[in-house]
Structures are given as structure tokens and as C-alpha cells.
């Protein structure tokens, strides 16, 4: 597999990488790395991918990410030209960062398992949050021995947490070339930079380079889902961030996100995020 394939390098005085990124949409491209990721955005929102399942991210989020799953965070655009920019805290390592074998020797049988199921991505949330966000701070603190045993502590905690949050579906694979991997990010990036006005089959099918018949079944063969549902994911998410920071009604919400018609809206809303507009806004106030 070839997707945006990109070299991490921990350097010599760690068996792991840890940063805090300050920069906007540095990897703003559909991307993999055989590390696995574990990341807390502390400042900024976007639209996330993780191999076919998309949605928003915000500060506070925390998210680990499996070996070779293709993934893709871009922020909102308004951040470009920000002076209060977004960061996040980054942890890369290897499967094996402990050694060949460590991860069959019984005390680390959930370790295991975690990488497992984090070749779907998992999403970090609920009562286990603040603690991991104390572990990924002190990790970053440490140095050493300690900054090692801060990380295990981390993996250790997320590894116990009882039926985590999956992202990408059970059969997601993706074994493109290079090529087609650039095609996608094309296809993306010009969604995300258009999504809020109307977008015509054939603008999008040429920016693919293909005509529009053939740029349906092309997409739908390389994500699993039509362009058409992946623009409707795209804009229900962009709603939702507008609905929790109060930005107009639910009408003009409806249109500032790109729907033309108020009832469809509705209706793709629901079938999207589970809710209706005003049930998903009272269920995040409750929480």
C-alpha cells in the first residue's frame, strides 16, 4: 500500500516520537505511516478522515490511529490566516518500539488488542479523557526511563477502556497507488474548499480528471460510498459546528452550510448524525 507513504523518525535518544505541532494543515493530505499515532488537539477544528469514517474534530479530541491507516486532518480554512493558531500534542511509535516479541508475552495481551482495533481508529472519549489527556502532557514532560513508563501508562489505560469508539467500518481497506492516493486528495481538497456552495458532477469529475459517469463509479470503488454522501457528511458536519457555537438558526445554518432545500436538510442531518438538528444541539448543551 502506497498512500502518501511518510517516514517518522524518532531520533536517538527515544524509541518513539512525541511533539506539539504548531502548524495548521501540516499534513493536510490523505496520508500513512506505519507508526501508529496517538493525538490531543488542544486548539482548532476541522473535518477528520480515518480510513472511510468522517467527521469533525475539535479541541479536546483525542485520537489514536493505526499502522498504515489512512488518515487526513484539515482544519477549518478561517485558521490560515489566524493569529490564535490550533496545536496539538503528537505521539508516534512503532508496534515493536519495545522490541521484537514483547507484544506475545502475557502481561501485555491488551496491548496487542489495542493495535489491533486501532487499525479502525479509535476515538477517546467519556470519563477516561481527562486522565489520558494528564498522561499525554506528562509523557511530553518526561525524559528518559520516566517519559517510556509515561507512555505505557498511557497505551495501558486506553488498552483497558471497555468497548471503544471504532471509526473506520470492519471491511475498510484501501491498496492504491500513489496516483490514485493523489487523485483522492485532489478530490478532497476541493470538496472542503467548496462544500458550502453548489457543486456540479462534472466540476468535481474534472477535477479527477474523468467524466462524470465514470466518476461516480471511480469513487464510490475507491471509498465505499458515493460523492454524494461524502459531500453530505462533509456539510452535516460543518452544520454541526455551527449549531454548538450558535451561529444563526437552524434555516439559515441549513443554507450557510450548503444545503439548498431546508426539508432535505433535515432528513440527511438524521440520517447522518442519528438526530435532528434541535435533537443533536439539546443533547450537546446536556452534556
Known amino acids: 500500500m502506497k498512500i502518501e507513504q511518510i517516514v517518522l523518525h524518532a531520533g536517538y535518544a527515544s524509541s518513539f516520537q512525541i511533539r506539539k505541532e504548531l502548524k495548521a494543515n501540516i499534513n493536510n493530505r ?13 486548539q482548532g477544528s476541522g473535518t477528520q478522515f480515518i480510513g472511510d469514517h468522517i467527521q469533525r474534530f475539535k479541541p479536546g479530541d483525542i485520537v489514536l ?8 486532518w484539515r482544519y477549518d480554512l478561517e485558521y490560515d490566516e489566524s493569529n490564535e493558531q490550533p496545536y496539538s500534542t503528537v505521539i508516534h511509535f512503532h508496534e515493536n518500539f519495545l522490541g521484537t516479541g514483547w507484544l506475545d508475552l502475557p502481561e501485555f495481551y491488551l496491548f496487542k488488542n489495542l493495535f489491533e482495533v486501532a487499525q479502525r481508529g ?5 470519563s477516561e479523557h481527562a486522565v489520558i489527556v494528564n498522561l499525554i502532557e506528562t509523557t511530553y514532560q518526561s525524559t528518559g526511563f520516566n517519559r517510556l513508563m509515561c507512555l505505557l501508562t498511557c497505551l495501558d489505560y486506553i488498552a ?3 468497548d471503544p469508539h471504532v471509526l473506520a467500518s470492519v471491511g475498510f481497506s484501501y491498496k492504491y497507488s500513489e ?12 470538496t472542503l474548499k467548496n462544500f458550502k456552495n453548489k457543486i456540479e458532477l462534472d466540476q468535481v469529475a474534472s477535477i479527477a480528471d474523468l467524466v462524470p459517469s465514470s466518476f461516480c463509479r ?5 471509498t465505499g460510498k458515493t460523492y454524494t454522501q461524502f ?7 460543518y452544520a454541526c459546528k455551527l449549531l454548538v457555537e450558535d451561529k444563526g438558526t437552524i434555516k439559515q445554518i441549513c443554507y450557510d452550510s450548503g444545503f439548498s432545500n431546508y426539508t432535505s436538510f433535515h432528513e440527511i442531518f438524521k440520517t447522518v448524525t442519528g438526530k435532528t438538528p434541535k435533537a443533536y444541539l439539546k443533547s450537546y448543551l446536556t452534556r
Open 65 to 72: 490511529v493505526g499502522s498504515n491507516l489512512p488518515h487526513y
Open 122 to 126: 479509535i476515538i477517546l472519549k467519556g
Open 218 to 222: 471511480y469513487f464510490k470503488n475507491r
Open 30 to 42: 490523505w496520508h500513512c505511516h506505519k507508526e501508529l499515532e496517538l493525538i490531543h488537539f488542544h
Open 160 to 162: 483497558n477502556i471497555h
Open 179 to 190: 496516483n490514485e492516493t493523489n487523485r483522492l486528495n485532489n478530490i478532497y481538497n476541493y
Open 231 to 237: 459531500l453530505q457528511e462533509v456539510r452535516v458536519g
